[in-house]
């Protein structure tokens, strides 16, 4: 679907789903980025992801202003949009910098990704260098509609820090692994 404002694309390679626009999907959007949302959700929804894989997500910006990319890339497009996704897990990171549209006239500065992966995949935009911090075995409640993610970060605080770095100088920007079972 392509507009003067966005551009989704349901790529040759399968099981890839890439969109361009000129603005950041907010949560409730309005106008153009209401037909952008629903564009998208329409594409995401022919992803079909079996047993072992996970759903490899980017949130890619030149826009260096603060902001949560799990929002952009799954609340606010809403969870109906993932249904048909049978996953093992889910993996995203955000990039800054944003990859050519396939357009070279459009404006876009805001770039979303959906791809199948593996879980011992790698990251795309980043690269491990080292850990700054790292706990194992930690005694986490069973998730319910009750647990207040809170409770998850009290674990971390209380639970048995297992590795630490202790450099003077912390980066602004680093990765998270979580892996729950």
């Known amino acids: ?82 249904s048909s996704v049978d996953t093992q897990g889910v993996r995203f990171e955000r990039a800054f910098d944003c990859p050519e549209p396939p357009s070279p006239t459009d404006p876009s500065t805001h770039y979303v990704a959906y791809a199948i992966g593996r879980a011992g995949d790698s990251f795309i935009y980043w690269t491990e260098r080292r850990t700054l911090a790292a706990w194992s075995d930690l005694a986490i409640s069973p998730f319910t509609s009750s647990l207040r993610p809170a409770s998850a970060w009290y674990w971390l605080k209380t639970g048995r820090l297992h590795q630490l770095d202790h450099l003077n100088l912390i980066p602004s920007q680093y990765g998270l692994s979580i892996t729950l079972t």
């Not at 003067?4 to 106008?31: C, D, H, I």
Request: hydrophobic letters at 40%; one cysteine or more; a positive charge.
């Open 1 to 82: 679907m392509l507009s003067n404002k966005y551009t989704v694309v349901s790529s040759a390679m399968p099981g890839l789903v890439e969109a361009w626009s000129s603005q950041r999907l907010p949560f409730e959007p309005k106008g153009w980025l209401a037909d952008f949302r629903n564009d998208l959700r329409q594409t995401v929804r022919t992803l079909r992801i079996g047993p072992s894989r996970i759903l490899h997500a980017v949130y890619a910006s030149n826009d260096p202003t603060r902001c949560d990319a799990e929002n952009i890339l799954f609340y606010n497009i809403g969870s109906a949009a993932f």
